[in-house]
C-alpha cells in the first residue's frame, strides 16, 4: 500500500524528469497540490502530543 508520503514523494521525482509534455507536467502538479493539501489536512487533524 502507498502512503500519502510515499504518493508525493513519487510525484515529485516525476516532475523532475526531462522527458514529460506540458500537458503531463501540469497534471503532475495538480496531483502533488492536492496531495499536499490532504498531507496538510491530516497532520492538523493529529492531535498534539503532550508534554
Do not use: Y
Given at each position: 500500500m502507498t502512503t500519502l508520503h510515499d504518493h508525493i514523494?513519487?510525484?515529485r521525482a516525476e516532475?523532475?524528469?526531462f522527458h514529460l509534455s506540458r500537458r503531463e507536467r501540469r497534471q503532475i502538479?495538480?496531483?502533488l497540490k492536492v496531495a499536499l493539501a490532504?498531507?496538510?489536512?491530516?497532520e492538523?487533524?493529529?492531535p498534539t502530543p503532550p508534554h
Open positions: 514523494q513519487m510525484l516532475l523532475a524528469s502538479e495538480r496531483e490532504q498531507q496538510t489536512r491530516v492538523s487533524d493529529r
